[in-house]
């Protein structure tokens, strides 16, 4: 426990430091015209893409700015609607799920497909990468042992006894514990609230505050502490390839070219070395990691 509050601490002092970028009097008017406003969601791999996509896009002479960590996609996706954000790195499947709760797609093309036809008029996707960053129900291996669990069908008879860890939207959302209960009939014990992906989750599954948890597959935690990543074979995660999601308006042949060569060259071993280097001792900032990567990219 003493972990987990210190986690939620620092995370509590980062968030009161850099502030939410859409909060506050006139954070919510149009973009400019002549700027591309680049956001992200308030986790590790989202910041770093948007950095990407900021970088490379500057290089080509495009005028940017970044509205960064803005928090869950519930908050930032209203932006991108409203037009005070112009560009974000998404998620197919989850991104889906959030226009349409109903939406049945799970393979990649199929998601992609039916994404593109669901977005409002103002916004469209551009090529998604072969890179996939899937929500995933993640337990310690001593948890995994003790119920020998290798699947999240292995995980029910036991739902009920167990304390379950994710960000407070994992509570709500149709990819989330609706998802498992409808799915699998998996309801936990009880649900706590921690956050996206990040130390707090890590740390109270190695306390075993909770036993499972939400993180994402590209998480450098899973591998670093061992966590059994649960196979999901209902689907109740769909495919999620990355991919920026932009305002028609500034979606120039340019910008296109620019944010459609980035896809190709990013794929789910990138990102994993990627989410590596920013766990790295000496943590580095999100932009300097895509900087080094556009150079080593050629883009």
């Known amino acids: 426990m003493k972990r987990i509050a210190t986690a939620v601490a620092a995370v509590m002092l980062l968030s009161a430091c850099g502030g939410d970028p859409l909060a506050g009097s006139g954070n919510n008017e149009p973009a400019p015209t002549d700027t591309i406003v680049v956001g992200s969601a308030n986790f590790p791999e989202s910041r770093l893409l948007a950095e990407i996509y900021a970088e490379a896009l500057s290089a080509k002479g495009v005028k940017v700015s970044k509205k960064l960590n ?130 707090v989750t890590v740390a109270g599954l190695k306390d075993n505050t909770v036993q499972a948890a939400n993180l994402f597959t590209t998480d450098y935690a899973i591998k670093a502490n061992e966590f059994v990543v649960l196979e999901d074979p209902k689907n109740v995660f769909a495919a999620q390839n990355v991919l920026p999601l932009i305002n028609e308006k500034k979606a120039s042949q340019q910008v296109r070219d620019t944010l459609n060569a980035i896809s190709r060259k990013i794929d789910t071993k990138t990102l994993l070395d990627l989410n590596q280097k920013l766990a790295g001792p000496d943590k580095p900032e999100p932009e300097k990691v895509a900087k080094e990567w556009l150079a080593g990219a050629g883009i």
């Open 70 to 199: 803005i928090g869950n996609r519930e908050l930032y996706y209203k932006g991108v609607q409203d037009g005070s954000i112009d560009l974000i790195p998404e998620y197919t499947g989850v991104l889906l799920k959030h226009i349409n709760k109903d939406a049945t797609e799970v393979g990649s093309d199929e998601v992609y497909a039916a994404l593109k036809k669901a977005l409002p008029q103002n916004l469209v996707v551009l090529d998604k990468s072969a890179a996939e960053d899937k929500d995933a129900v993640v337990v310690t291996k001593q948890i995994a042992a003790q119920y020998s669990l290798k699947s999240l069908d292995d995980l029910v008879p036991y739902c009920k006894d167990l304390a379950f860890g994710g960000p407070p939207e994992f509570q709500n959302r149709p990819d989330g514990l609706s998802g498992l209960k409808a799915k699998y009939n998996c309801e936990f014990k009880e649900f706590k609230s921690l956050d996206v992906g990040g130390p």
